[in-house]
Structure formats: C-alpha cells, structure tokens
C-alpha cells in the first residue's frame, strides 16, 4: 500500500471551520443564559420522544455541523430539564457560572488526562492547591488533604473501602472477605441511597448496613447508634464506618457531629462526613457550628457541583490520613510508573478511576471570579430567602412546614382545613407538585418525612432572586386552592 493510499479519517473540521462553529456555539450559549427564563423548567417530554428521533445506527458518512446544531437544537433542547433555571427548586440545585464553563472549555480543549503527575504537572499540582483553597474555606483542620472526585458517591466509597482495610488489617484487599468476621456500617434512616449503595460495592453487604434512628429533627440519634455499635461487637460483628450527615437529602438535617465523633474515637470506627450539598454553606464562618468535632473525622465530602458555582462534576473528598487511602487504592504497574515517584502526587491513586478530566481549572476561575466574599453572598442570599419563605409557609393556616430549615431546603405540605385523612392530604400533595411541574414554571420534588409525603422546595440555583421565590409560592398557593375546588381526577 503506497503512502498516499493509507487510509485515513478526513478531519470533520479543519481549524477554521472549527473557529466559526465554536463562535457560533458561544453565542448560542450567551443566548441561551439570556433567555432560560422562556423555557419550562421540567422537560414537557414523553418517554421516547427523543429515541424516536434518532437514528438506530451511526451514519456511514459524516454529516455537517450545521446539521448537527440543527438537530440539537430540534431534538435535545426541547426534551432537556433546565438545570439552571431560576425556578429550578427541585433536588438540591447542580449550579454553575460562566467561569466554570469557560473553564470546561479549556478543559476540553486541552483533553488532558490527568492520572499522574507526569501525564499533567499543572493540573496535578493545581487540584493540590485547589483543594488547599477549599479546606482554608470550608475550615477543615490543616491535616486534612483534598482530591477531586466525581461525585459524592465515589467519594464515600472510597471512604467505605479505606475503612474496610482498616478494620481488616489490609487484609480484604488481599484475600477478599475469605475468613473475615462480618464488618458493619452505620447511618442514620435519612442517610443518602449512595450509601447502601456504596456497602453493596465494598462488599460488606446491604444488611450489614443499620439504619439509626432520628431524633424529631430527622437527625441520627447518638446514643442509638451506640447501643448499634456496642450491639454488633456483641455479636461478634466488626463495626468499622460511621456516616453522618451534614445536610441530609430529605430534609437536610445536620447529624450531632461531636457525639458521633466522640462514640467513633471511643469505639476505633472511622468517622466519615456526607456534606454533599450543605458542604458549601462552610464558607459562611456562622454556619460552622455544623462541623463542630470534625477533627475527629476520618474523610469529609462536599459537592461543589451543588452549590458552589462549579459545573458538574467537582466533589471534594478530604481525608485525614492519605496514606491510609492509597494503601487501599494504589497498584503500580510498569507502565504507569514515572520517574517523580513518590515526590508528588500521582491522583489516580486517590480514587477509583485511573483517568481523571482536569476539574481543577474550574475551581480556580470561579473561586478567583467571585472571590471567597461573593461566593459567601450568594450563599447567604438563598439561605435569606429560605428563611423568609419557611416563614410565609408557616404562617399560611392551610400549609405547614415540616421540618427545621437550617440551611436553604424547605420541606412542606399542603393541609387544607378540615382535611385529616393522611392518605388523601399525600396524594393532594402528589397532585400539586405534578401540576407545578407539569406548568413548567418551576420545578419541585418531593421525598417522605415520617412515613408521609413532603413537597421539598430548594433554592440555589445562581440566578434565583426573591421574586422567582414569590413567584413559585404564589403559583403553589393557587394551584393548591384550586386542587380542592376542582379536584384532581
Ligand atoms: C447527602 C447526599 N449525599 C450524597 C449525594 C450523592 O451525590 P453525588 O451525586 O455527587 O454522588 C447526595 C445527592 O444529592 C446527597 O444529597
């Protein structure tokens, strides 16, 4: 085969072709920032709609842009949920800024993979100060050491695993479980699914999970999770992680962190902290109370892909003994060793995944964008407005708020006067998170206090202002009222 016969891929765009997409793209996206208002928050989208429309194979032949932004704005956008849309009060908010995306453009420019140091020195060394910025802010102790992970989920697996070796002696990592005495975890009954999850991954086993009570605030009970602790030795169980929630999902309750932290030291179990999304709220000095013992903790995780302004995904995992994680996770073999060896860090070894993006860059735009004070205002500003909002809600006879907002979650339901039949009030709140929704102007969702059904009504998204808020629980208020004049069917 001659030189000129080898085959080879045309380049779908030369440099540029490439340039006028891109600028045509960031246009686009200035525009869409501009005018997210006029979209319905919740995709108005059947299921298969998108599917239909797509072809069941890849094409032969590759196809123009022009197209391909045709049918992206044809096919997907009308079929997105809009994330960052003010009225998007559902979940907790996944938010960001344009120093964030910019930076994931550069990031995806750069295509780096940032595995070892070698593989990438300023994305490396960069996640090492990053992380550092991040502690100073949230005021972990100095000790603590911080990588990047992709979600919170990871995060915590990671931690499980690290525990596992350590109540094990390394040994699971060895031999597998062959032997062992059966290990335990703990978490209250209003922990994340990650975590049940993450003990099925590590091979402890879901039912070696106990779910601890809460106390009426939905927060872990401590002198029940040490009756389960001291239960399980008795049993002849190995108790080796506690996670307390700092934030939980439901309702975002805050764990008695300094009792928990005081039973795991008395009781040698690893301590790990799930501050996935109230993890932010740290920045603010006032809301430190929130972590009081956390120098007894082994790992702490928080999402700034929540509530920090940084695009998904951006976790922070911070542990106190990072020897302790890369016992557990790092293998080396000759083609990943580099001649820097142990003088830096190599992150792959921090986390199950041997690629990693470059997540740092973000991190340091909006950090260096909004600076420490702004990004403490934007906090504080959702937590304000929260707390007016749980007030309004109190105040109305035909709601009720049910449980403590501390932070910018508020969980309430709809209770009209003379309605007391629990199953009925579920399903009228059923009713009325579905319309909200199905209106498109704004987005909730809803979880289960007590065993009934609670509207959660969160509020983080960058370009959520008061009268967003007003507006919402205006439409709420009539939508309600108007569920029991005309009811639903
Ligand atoms: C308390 C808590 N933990 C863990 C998670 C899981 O986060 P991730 O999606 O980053 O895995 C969430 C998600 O909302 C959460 O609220």
Redesign the pocket.
Known sequence: MTAASTPHAEPAMDVDEFRDAAHQLVDWMADYMDTIESRPVRAPTLPGAVLEQIPEAAPESGEPFARLFDDFQRIILPAMTHWQHPSFFA??PANTSPPSILAEMLTATLAAQCMSWQTSPAATELEQTMMDWLRQMIGLPAGFEGVIQD????A?LCALLTARERATGDRVNERGFVGETALAVYGSTEC?S?IEKDVTIAGIGRRQLRKIAVDENYAMVPAALEAAIEADRAAGLVPACVVA?I???GSSAIDPLAAIADICRRHGVWLHV????AGSALILPDYRWMIDGIEHADSFVF?P??WLLTNF?C?AYFVRDPDALLRTLSILPDYLKTREGQRVHDYRDWGVPLGRRFRALKLWFVIRSYGVRGLQDLIRGHIAMAERLAGEIAAADDFEVLAPVPLALICFRYRPKGLDEEDRIDRLNEALVERINDSGTAYLTHTRLAGRYAIRFSIGQTTTAQHHVDAAWRRVRATARGLIEAPAS
């Open positions: 979940y907790f979600s919170a989920s990871s915590t994340h990650s929630a934030g939980t999902t799930d501050a996935a999304w999402n892909h929540k995904d976790s």
